[in-house]
């Protein structure tokens, strides 16, 4: 099958330095016209509209901002034009909030002008490339891009330098009840503990579990895989039950896919069986086989 003749999307995962250009020069004026890195004062700052972080800790912020009263602020903090003297922040708010702390008067900056798209682009990646973002945020993220932008996760993928599966699979954590959802951005859950949860029907249960316990990833997804519920048809109760090393087969599968994968064994014959919602999963699989 043959793909679709898009352009191929500019790939954004590998760094911020095809937009903060080059290294930090000292301007006293600023010209929203140039890229190039100026000084201003830090009132003329404010919050994105699209910055995908919603929590910031307090901790870190403080931290960051004793090394900037030391060194002062070595990365410029991208922004774009909003007004006369206003400027809104794509990428380094965490950089904006602790030079304040900092009791700083005026911030390095470079102008950009980028499209809406553009500016949540540059403000996941930077976040992503920090490991700033919990999964929850990064999903969101990406659900903003693919339903305000028309976004593909294939096309997402590439943006952003991650594999389809691992974009699918965030995603699908912010079907997760809510008490699930508060342990990960408490981070007394990963998003590797979380995964086998989702759909579960004793997820909030098998969470406080988890955590209580201490489980590794792997021993979290055998115990969520064995306390779903058994089918009772007869057919079933023909096969044997599976071992952890096919439920984790199952699980590296759809993993690597991004789509739910069945193996079952019989006498006679075994199958292995992959779900898919859309013809573009379908593409996909038929591509990977060939």
Known sequence: MKKSAHSKPK???RGLSSLL???ISTNSNINPAASEISTVPIEYLSPGEFQPRQHFDPGEIASLSESISQHGILQPILVRTKGINSYEIIAG??????????LLHEVPVLVKNLSDKEVLEAALVENIQRADLDPLEEASGYRRLIMEFSYTQETLAQVIGKSRPYISNIMRLETLPAEVKIFIEKGKLTSGHARPLVGHKNAVELATEIIRKGLSVRQAEALAAD????RSSHKEKQNNEKSLDTIALEKSLSDSLGLKVKINFRNKTSDITIEYDTLEQLDEVIERLR
Do not use: S, T, V
């Open 93 to 102: 708010e965490r950089r904006w909030r602790a030079a304040q702390i900092a």
């Open 11 to 13: 790939k954004l995962g």
């Open 227 to 230: 306390k779903r519920p058994k």
């Open 21 to 23: 250009g080059d290294p």
